[in-house]
């Protein structure tokens, strides 16, 4: 088993290794198949490889803050549209390479929504920079 976990450090797959015991004992009570038990391998190490780069990409994006959407008071400033912030939750302004500006006066929510998308976008697998 040490020899595994060595070449399994060796190619860099820390999803494989951080969960070869605990997968090995499940896949011997539930008798996986030898393919089962790879499948279950290799979805920890997409698991792992998908945190990991969601992780660097929200580092790098230097959001000041972590604000979610879903706490954001639409009632504290009605002249926002909640269908045009929803629109741009999804993204698709990225993919139609076309830019979001907020503009309004200070405390008004510019920021905590433009970091809630990033947000979003990070989630979807966008890169983002917060200036």
Avoid: W
């Avoid at 190619?11 to 393919?35: D, T």
């Amino acid at each position: 088993m040490q020899l595994l976990k060595t070449r399994l450090r060796n190619f860099k797959l820390s999803g494989i290794y951080n969960n070869l015991e605990e997968r090995v004992s499940y896949a011997q009570e539930k008798s996986l198949s030898y393919g089962e038990f790879l499948e279950l391998l290799l979805e920890d190490e997409e698991n792992n490889r998908r945190t990991n780069s969601y992780q660097k990409r929200y580092t790098r994006a230097k959001l000041p803050a972590h604000k979610n959407i879903e706490d954001f008071d639409f009632s504290f400033q009605p002249s926002i549209d909640k269908r045009i912030i929803n629109d741009c939750l999804t993204c698709n302004f990225i993919t139609e390479k076309r830019n979001i500006v907020f503009i309004g006066n200070p405390g008004t929510g510019k920021s905590y929504l433009s970091i809630a998308i990033g947000i979003k976008a990070l989630m979807k697998g966008y890169k983002v920079l917060f200036t």
